[in-house]
């Protein structure tokens, strides 16, 4: 995604063909205060907080998510009914990768902040609300029309997805529930698009937690009448209140330069750019969400709770993953932002940063997983309709799964890379194209032998694959990393936590009484104890770089000197010169 590439021009950025643009006041002389400040602490403060904001909504959002998962297991366990909801659940993970996650926002967070840098030179007209009127009526209708054709498609879908499953019918009742996402989800990627491209956190920040709360209060009130279709009428009204919780901070943003009228000329040139963009985005996410089918459709041919035991795992496995992706999430309109503004120094550093202090959080969250399984397990979901036997099959998952974790981070850390940069890029959909083949090939051949395990096997290997080649790519595709120093950062910790699994099972295995509520409790501290102290001491010894504290990690990484960008972009050529300002 970058405007400045010769084979992506749009109106904002012009080509080679069209000359520099005239110096007069905006590009000559940045006035004063559009400068970074000298030290660079307004920036690394905004990125602390918003840094932070992000952590503690994540965090809530994630134990409002395994709430949501306990009261599922609790509520209807983990057998034939879970799993028809469960092959239903494929819709918002979909739309959630697709719209909110991965494909939307690589999409659009470069388009707003191509929009917003136009708008700090003083661009006729307001660029952001042209932006908005131009795609968001468009993208509505698409979500509208996607939505409609899950619901009346359903009977094929689910048949499609998961031919073996036992109930059929409740699995499209749920599917048809569910579809309602597609719209809202959509309109909540929207706005979490533009609101992060603002440098607006909060809001975004906060959409899981309500939607969450939407499900869990919906499944408890309508549980005993609806059974587990409450947890797909739960989906719907999620849906609705991530869009509540963001609207009125988007308004504000767009109501604060309502005197401005739309540049729609500009906006024409811009539209062929943000086909191919669009496209080559929603493929990739779309092919990386499409694991999860592959792995419901093996399941589905195994004994009733397969589906189910995948799920419980994955959703726990994936926590450190989710959370060492926040910084990705702070620093993706940075990283944009530079590349608009031409700086790949800056991007490029701020990306290697990033990518070692994802691979530093996630492979200790890897490693409790891998040590802790079972005791995890236990204490989530073991109680009500779970079962001692449901336990030790979702951890035994649970372990395989995290094995594909780092994987997982460095996907999601370099695919916002290639798509920052304002163009259309298949390289990603090709290296994830070959990842789910492989995990077609590896869970086809391995679900017989090993069972579930052998699916969670297959995704991890599938998943590693698409990391290997994204980074590999790196360079003139994207922004330009240097590989090797990039596996250093990852071989490093990847060292430590191996060590740090070994030394925290053993010491988990070692306290007695692990059976019980309370020792499967104490069980978990010390092994949870043991990782983090192993983990700790090694990785200073190792020189890994991100183990230090986070707030010291966020700061971003500044240019040489103040001064306005003049320099050439991989992509194209870049004339026009604008002071970055990471605080803006």
């Known amino acids: 995604m970058t405007p400045t590439s010769p084979h992506a021009t749009s109106a904002a950025y012009p080509g080679p063909e069209a000359g520099p643009p005239p110096t007069d006041a905006r590009t000559a002389a940045p006035p004063p205060e559009t400068a970074p400040p000298a030290d660079g602490r307004s920036s690394g403060r905004f990125l602390v907080r918003a840094a932070l904001v992000t952590a503690v909504l994540s965090v809530a959002g994630s134990v409002l998510g395994l709430a949501r998962d306990q009261a599922l297991a609790r509520l209807f366990g983990a057998g034939g009914e879970t799993d028809a909801f469960l092959v239903a659940w494929t819709v918002p993970e979909f739309a959630a990768t697709l719209l909110i996650e991965d494909g939307l926002a690589f999409a659009l967070v470069p388009m707003f902040s191509l929009a917003l840098a136009r708008r700090a030179r003083g661009v006729t007209g307001d660029p952001v609300r042209a932006l908005v009127a131009s795609t968001l009526p468009r993208l509505a209708l698409a979500f509208t029309a996607a939505g409609a054709l899950v619901a009346v498609a359903a009977p094929a879908l689910v048949r499609a997805l998961a031919p073996g499953l036992a109930d059929h019918a409740l699995a499209v009742d749920c599917t048809r529930l569910t579809a309602t996402c597609v719209v809202s989800f959509g309109l909540a990627g929207y706005c979490s698009a533009a609101l992060r491209a603002h440098r607006r956190f909060l809001a975004p920040a906060a959409i899981y937690v309500a939607y969450n709360t939407g499900i869990i209060a919906v499944m408890f009130v309508l549980g005993g009448r609806w059974g587990v279709r409450s947890a797909a009428a739960g989906v719907a009204v999620g849906g609705v209140l991530m869009v509540a919780a963001q609207l009125p901070s988007l308004l504000r943003r767009l109501r604060s330069h309502e005197g401005e ?324």
Not at 336 to 351: E, H, K, Q, S
Not at 359 to 364: G, H, Y
Not at 522 to 538: D, E, I, K, P
């Open 261 to 584: 009228r739309p540049s729609v000329v500009a906006d024409e040139a811009a539209r062929p750019l943000a086909l191919a963009l669009f496209t080559t985005v929603l493929l990739f996410a779309l092919c990386r969400q499409s694991q999860v089918l592959i792995e419901r459709f093996l399941a589905s041919g195994l004994p009733s709770g397969a589906i189910s035991h995948l799920n419980y795992a994955q959703k726990v496995a994936q926590i450190p993953m989710t959370l060492s992706l926040m910084l990705c999430t702070v620093t993706f309109p940075v990283v944009a932002r530079a590349l608009a503004d031409g700086d790949t120094v800056r991007a490029r550093d701020r990306v290697e940063r990033d990518v070692a202090l994802a691979a530093c959080l996630v492979l200790l969250g890897a490693a409790t997983v891998v040590a802790c399984a079972p005791q995890i397990v236990h204490l989530l979901f073991q109680r009500g309709a779970f079962t001692a036997a449901d336990t030790a099959a979702t951890a035994g998952v649970m372990r395989v799964y995290a094995l594909g974790l780092l994987g997982q981070t460095v996907v999601g850390a370099l695919a916002r890379s290639y798509f920052s940069a304002g163009r259309a890029s298949w390289y990603p959909f090709g290296a994830m194209a070959v990842g789910v083949l492989a995990t077609a090939v590896v869970g086809a051949s391995a679900v017989g032998p090993w069972g579930v395990r052998g699916i969670a096997a297959a995704n991890a290997a599938g998943i590693t694959v698409t990391a290997a080649l994204l980074l590999a790519g790196m360079g003139p595709r994207s922004v330009p990393v240097r590989v090797r120093r990039v596996l250093g950062d990852l071989g490093r910790p990847l060292l430590a936590a191996a060590v740090a699994t070994g030394a925290g099972a053993l010491a988990a295995d070692r306290v007695t009484g692990a059976g019980a509520g309370a020792g499967a409790a104490v069980s978990l501290t010390v092994g949870a104890a043991t990782v983090g102290g192993v983990y700790a001491v090694l990785c200073p010894a190792l020189r890994v770089r991100g183990s230090g504290t986070v707030l010291r990690s966020v700061r971003p990484v500044r240019s040489p000197s103040p001064r306005p960008v003049t320099q050439r972009h991989p992509h194209g050529r870049s004339r026009f010169r604008f002071p970055f300002r990471a605080d803006r």
